[in-house]
């Protein structure tokens, strides 16, 4: 049985939605895959690691009063 491919997606946002409506990621802070995963009921390993490197890169150069928003999509069977 084939699963599902996830692509993980990131943008840098300066007004982060209310609490509870999508994952952000504070200046200062790693992403956390494991984290995220958890969050969305997803195995951490149905990502990409070029796609999760991207995302801790961005968390990483993210500046004072920014948030990163991480989502994901299907694209797809793997």
């Not at 300066?14 to 984290?35: C, I, K, N």
């Not at 990409?48 to 801790?56: C, K, L, N, S, Y």
């Amino acid at each position: 049985m084939a699963s599902d491919r996830l692509m993980l997606t990131h943008r840098v946002t300066t007004t982060p939605s209310a609490p509870g409506s999508g994952f952000y990621v504070e200046a200062g802070r790693e992403f956390d895959l494991g984290a995220y995963a958890s969050a969305h009921s997803l195995a951490a390993s149905a990502f990409p690691d070029d796609e999760i490197d991207a995302a801790r890169t961005a968390a990483r150069n993210l500046k004072q009063g920014e948030w990163l928003f991480v989502t994901h999509e299907t694209t797809g069977s793997k």
